[in-house]
């Protein structure tokens, strides 16, 4: 099993800026598809940024495209959501996601992954 930590929540105004953090252990990070998915409340959950193995490629929806950027250091069992630009909207829990069984990376469905992380809460005041 993959155990998933993430960090760098936090309060921030609109038009600012966080970086999301989220370490891994438990298996050959290198060998994980890794997501970020973002839940508001009374809302499902949603899928925010994806990377693969490498790093090289990276997938993100319209909603985000432009000001979020996912990256990953294999060497640091880490990946990143930077976060640029936040608007209110943004405000949500912020969920990091495994994926290992599909050999797939980039899925936007929550069930292609894993394991899960417990979550950061990121508040975007107006």
């Known amino acids: 099993q993959v155990q998933l930590l993430e960090s760098g929540g936090g309060l921030v105004q609109a038009g600012g800026s966080l970086r999301l953090s989220c370490a891994a252990s438990?298996?050959?990070?290198?060998?994980?598809?890794m997501a970020w998915f973002r839940q508001a409340p009374g809302k499902e959950r949603e899928f925010v940024a994806a990377?693969?193995?490498?790093?090289?490629?990276?997938h993100y929806p319209e909603s985000v495209k432009g000001r979020f950027t996912i990256s990953r250091d294999n060497a640091k069992n880490t990946v990143y959501l930077q976060m640029n630009s936040l608007k209110p909207e943004d405000t949500a829990v912020y969920y990091c996601?495994?994926?290992?069984?599909?050999?797939?990376?980039?899925?936007?469905?929550?069930?292609?992954?894993?394991?899960w992380g417990q979550g950061t809460q990121v508040t975007v005041s107006s």
């Open positions: 990377i693969s193995w490498s790093g090289l490629n990276t």
């Open positions: 996601a495994a994926a290992w069984s599909s050999g797939q990376w980039g899925a936007a469905m929550t069930d292609e992954y894993d394991s």
């Open positions: 438990g298996r050959t990070f290198s060998t994980l598809a």
